[in-house]
């Protein structure tokens, strides 16, 4: 018997992505790269967005595993916003308000 993990998205991905989609940004929600899953994809502008706990920031193992996971998207052309879920619940307008401005602003 083969057993998957399945990832779901926190509810500060959830509020982060409806607050861009509502934005006119076409996101996509719990995005799987070939390698992996990234929270938040804007394919069109080539960024990728990991909302993530204070464990991802504060955490060595945590930390040593997102560096061995982050060399997944080497040579991908993707840009990633790494986001902490405190800062979603305190500053989600101003966070969706920077995004948009960079896709707006298009590749850098």
Do not use: C
Not at 17 to 26: K, Q
Not at 50 to 70: A, S, T
């Amino acid at each position: 018997m083969q057993h998957t993990i399945e990832k779901t998205a926190s509810k500060q991905a959830e509020a982060l992505y409806y607050a861009l989609r509502s934005r006119g940004i076409n996101a996509q929600l719990e995005y799987f790269d070939g390698h992996k899953t990234v929270d938040i994809a804007i394919l069109q502008s080539r960024i990728f967005i990991e909302v993530d706990g204070l464990n991802h920031f504060n955490d060595p193992v945590q930390i040593k595993r997102d560096f061995k996971r982050n060399h997944y998207s080497d040579g991908d052309d993707f840009s990633t916003f790494y986001v902490t879920n405190q800062i979603i619940d305190t500053h989600l307008d101003e966070v969706v308000d920077a995004l948009v401005k960079v896709v707006e602003m298009g590749p850098s």
